[in-house]
């Protein structure tokens, strides 16, 4: 069957996973019950414990669901640390539903699949060596994909069930509060590891630095935690952030963010007290620094952002041009890099649909990330070159659906902006300023492919390795197995 | 049939609400599920209304459970807003679960009980007319009494469900992010509140103070409300505290925390980053302010404290002799009177359990509050004048146990200190101190009596009008019905 993007979507796969289309990006007001945890009462119990292998031993079961975060990116000790005890001790039959899977833990994750430890993955996205294998067939059961705000839902409503959640943190005191900061492998905000400390039926902290009780402000809490596992590093600080936060010199980057900008500052959006969320490329962290200098001018402030933090929009909170910061993840030390290899393959086609998780090859290689989720503000733009190297960013159809083209509304490009045709009130507002000429996207389309030509189509085999949810939890798309 | 401290329990409550009798304070490390609520997925919705009434239509049906918080206390504008509209809408069979009752809400408790509207409680503990009346049969069925931490733990595993929490909040933003600071009406932290806020199906916030969305830090969060009803007022700011805190001259209490302070500083815990929690009342304040000055001579600090915060401990944090205080409430502007009619009552036996929730004349007049919760500290003390006018603190069997004694570990009276037997550790290390008089508890009852004389007994009916449940859910208690 299709869904309603007109995408094909395998029979069998809905069948045995019970989903639904997807429909709309209007999801509406439904009354959900979440789930909740098993928790075992505990009376101020010191929970530290030198040994991984016993806690696994202690908890770990085949067949079980298992979940890390992403927080270290790079940087990351954690995840190959357990894994690799999990995949000695023998276990198999894993789902594996971290909050996203970074380059750093690729081996150990293939050699966990190769083991027939892991045989179900669910994750925001996959890259490098571990996304390529899997597309061409390396796992048992096709890879789900989740935004963060959909793995989140998921974990509430019971979609997922996470049995045993090993999370490393900076920082914990020896009954488990445990927060993002202050120590040397620090990062900041632990928003996508808090569903699991608090739904997961147990969960397991690793840490290198016991703190004194009570460790406030907690973000994960006492309540919440079995097991401290006191280890040599959970990271290396260095690689947690991805170096200076890079100021685009380009000069296409640097035109597109100023376009960017004027779409911002002259939508009906920018008021006092609006809201704004950007991204950490190059062109996004341009985006905000000009955003921050239109404020100035017009006199006016934002009353929040939200989703990663950069240093620009630490910048413009410093500066009282922004009331607060919505934290999820910090790119404190400018891992603005680790997060660009999402635009850099972003591919948007002439129905606004965007893709920015298969490569142009149909290989699995970026993270919808909260691409999804983000698409749902009143204004959404995408920003991006009509082509890069040799692959047309706008085409006519993307090869997997990440984020329908529904909630996008506006492309820009160096050589022009698209408005969605269903957004109207932006056509009239900015066919009126100068530096935005409006062009249809079939015409971006065009131009992209008059530049780079038409590349032969992907060849596929009947095989799903992927499917893509929507954040309601129905189904955008399916990817294929790329054939050898 | 008989719980393990001999108190005679009714069969036919405890087949029909399925209890097990109470056995012990060790309530080991079961796995316990969670619950869960229903929640209403919305995005972004201003969520501001005017009207209780229409809120109250929406959401509420005849033999819902609906609570409240007591952290406005005695100046509480909240509670009889709301129970008003709902007996004047008509609603019945209502159980009402809120964390305590303070006496401002007697009359409006007393009418909705009559009306038929309210035909369950289930709180911490009722006072003066209502406490009075109930005792006297006012109430179709048992009074349930919890403790603090009880009630959130009920909450949490579905033995409380409420349908709809009706949370009076100094601030909150459009969306319902909320919290207990900064504003005319604040009290500081919203502990008992919280819980309700998570586990309610319907969550309505009441509030005076509309601020700037996102209202940070959140206590409550918008995710977790339905609703936010702007009121004029929802509190007397001059008595949510009850006036300075009083700090005693007495020579009796003085005497008593002079005890107090040398049964802590000769106590195997009295040593660095050691914890300890006090109370409210006169002695207890004195108590914190001795304790600070031995804490400082010996170079000794604090971990944490932790219960309600006074201003004794808040000097002690500001003088670093207090690392961290976790807060649940806050007697800001030194409500301490309001929690001292607890001290005023309580009774102890010569088993060491302590009544905090009958007074002498069989009626209910006090409040569990976090008595059970603290009593599981590795040591526990009771102070207590000997007597009370013409009333024994000191006595064979406690009108009512609250807290068993074998979670009390000493009695501290102005004419000595009684040390449960099962704590032969403490009785060698008290042995020592010249300051610390050790006697028999069924000493201290044989001097009490010969003060004051044997009362005549109680007169009680057949009929149970409260039923007090231990920290774990089993039954410590049943309270009959008084004979008028």
């Known amino acids: 069957m299709k869904n309603s993007l007109g995408r094909e979507l395998p029979d069998a796969e809905m069948k045995e996973l019970k989903y639904q289309p997807y429909q709309s990006t209007e999801i509406g007001n439904p009354v959900i019950s979440w789930v909740a945890p098993k928790v075992r009462v505990s009376t101020g119990d010191d929970k530290v414990i030198f040994s991984v ?35 000695k001790l023998g276990y198999k039959d894993l789902t594996l539903a971290p909050s996203s899977l970074t380059n750093v833990m690729n081996d150990k994750v293939i050699e966990a699949i190769k083991a027939g430890t892991v045989t179900n993955i669910t994750t925001s996205g996959m890259r490098g060596e571990l996304g390529e ?32 959640a090993f999370l490393g943190v900076p920082n914990a005191d020896r009954l488990g509060n445990a927060n993002g900061m202050e120590v040397e492998s620090a990062f900041g905000s632990m928003g996508y590891a808090l569903i699991d400390a608090k739904y997961a039926n147990k969960v397991v902290l690793l840490t290198d630095t016991i703190v004194d009780y009570p460790n406030t402000p907690a973000s994960i809490e006492q309540t919440q935690v079995d097991y401290v596992v006191k280890v040599d590093r959970v990271g290396d600080p260095d690689r947690i952030g991805s170096g200076a936060t890079r100021f685009t010199k380009d000069p296409k980057e640097l035109k597109i963010a100023r376009m960017v900008n004027d779409v911002i500052t002259h939508s009906p959006y920018f008021k006092q007290d609006f809201s704004f969320q950007t991204g950490t490329g190059g062109v996004a962290l341009a985006v905000t620094k000009f955003l921050g200098e239109s404020m100035k001018k017009a006199g006016i402030t934002a009353a929040f952002t939200c989703g990663g933090t950069t240093s620009p929009i630490v910048d413009l909170l410093e500066a009282g041009l922004i009331k607060k910061v919505m934290d999820v993840q910090d790119f404190d030390k400018g891992a603005a890099s680790s997060m660009k290899s999402n635009p850099d393959q972003a591919e948007i086609d002439t129905d606004f649909n965007v893709n920015v ?12 990330g909260g691409h999804q989720d983000a698409g749902t503000a009143k204004m959404t733009i995408i920003s991006a070159p009509l082509t890069r190297g040799r692959i047309a960013t706008v085409v006519h159809s993307v090869n997997s659906v990440s984020t329908p083209g ?11 902006i698209a408005i969605n045709p269903a957004r109207q009130d932006l056509i009239d507002a900015f ?24 590349p032969a189509p992907v060849e596929y085999t009947d095989r799903v390795v992927g499917l893509v949810e929507y954040r309601d939890g129905s189904l955008i798309d399916a990817i294929k197995q790329v054939k050898d």
């Open 431 to 454: 066919s009126k300023v100068p530096s935005l000429p409006i062009v249809s996207i079939e015409e971006l389309q065009k131009r992209a492919e008059a530049t780079v030509g038409k």
């Open 357 to 368: 998780l298969t490569g142009s090859n149909g290989e699995i290689r970026g993270a919808v």
């Open 406 to 416: 529904a909630s996008i509304d506006v492309l820009v490009t160096e050589v022009g």
């Open 133 to 164: 294998q899997v597309s061409h067939g390396l796992l048992k059961n096709p890879v789900i994909f989740r935004s963060h705000g959909n793995r989140a839902r998921s974990i509430e409503n019971g979609n997922i069930k996470i049995d045993v």
């Open 53 to 87: 292998d016993e806690v696994i031993k202690d908890v770990l079961q085949d067949g079980m669901t298992i979940s890390f975060h992403h927080h270290f990116r790079e940087g990351d000790f954690v995840f190959n640390l357990v894994m690799d005890r999990i995949i």
